[in-house]
């Protein structure tokens, strides 16, 4: 979407609404949004004078881009990402310091009708992330419109309990046509809460969002060291990147019956040197997962691999096994030891 826009104030959504009307009587819709006075003042973060830090949580239900957006926020990839839901299972941060702010950003799991032990504990972790933190994000896909899942997850989790605002994202994937009426809806459901479009994919208006985001965060030095970019250690993304290729490879109940645990980690001769053993709980699944030959597992091994190699800027040697561990997902004590 080429428009120059897009932050839509709740204050300013009045005056735009009025202004819609009358380009929408002369025919003429190409600049709906437009950047708002407000928007515009928070576009400059360094006119702003003081330091602001603070945790901001993304939230919503399930696939709506979370993950991806976090990443495309910080330029790294520190959260693994997947077209199938559910694929975060604990809280992922993430951090960004500007000249006049540092974002916590907190990634957390879809929020969505858990049934099994482990996804309850998934929706667990988001609700408290959501209620830690200093400001919610709420995500939501402007493909699919803001659907009854949409409204319970926010509700949910309480999210409106927090300072927040909706980012309304995969603007890439919708017209204008479709765009108006969501945030016009979204509007009347939300009339006090900001609007941002975003494309987590392409980057677009992610500008909009920080400045929306900063000017609420709370006054405050940084906490975090200015280059650091996540609190997870080396072994958890070890186990999320080969999580995600799992995810990426497979169908069906495995990526939810899988889990990774990094077994061995050390340095020998600048070579990072790991070993990980993938939990599945049947036979079954196994077998699919090693395929023909073991082909599947080292097409797993080899893509998780290149994604470290890109992340850490050095070279790896990464070890996967297949052990099955029945009904793992059932047990509180392997939850527990999984970091669930
Ligand atoms: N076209 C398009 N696709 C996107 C965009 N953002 C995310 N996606 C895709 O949406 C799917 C879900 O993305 P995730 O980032 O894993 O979603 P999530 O909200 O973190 O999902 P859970 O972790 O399961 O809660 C992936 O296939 C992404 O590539 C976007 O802006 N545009
Ligand atoms: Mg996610």
Redesign the pocket.
Known sequence: MADPVLLMTSSARAGEEQRRRSASAAGNETNLFRMTDAGRMTDTPSAVKVFRCGTVA?A?????????????LLGAKV??????????RSRILGIRTLADAQMVWV????IHRARSMMNRRMVDAAERSILESDMVVA?I?A?EGFIPADREAIERAAVGSRPWLIAV?????VGKSALIPLLDGLGRAYPDVDLVP?????G?NLAALECAVAARLPEGEAVYPRDELTDQSARALVQEFVREQIFAATGGEIPYKTAVLVEQFEEKRGLDVVSAVILVERNSQKRILVGSGGSMIRQIGTLARHELERFFGRRFHLELFVKVRRDWTKSPRMLTELGL
Request: aromatic share 0%; charged share 30%; glycine share 8%.
């Open positions: 993304l919503g239900r399930s696939n709506v881009g979370k993950s991806t957006l976090l990443n495309r959260a693994i990402t997947s077209d199938k839901p559910q694929t975060t990634d957390t799991p879809g995500v896909d493909k994202n995969k603007l890439d994937l975003v494309s987590a994919k392409k677009s």
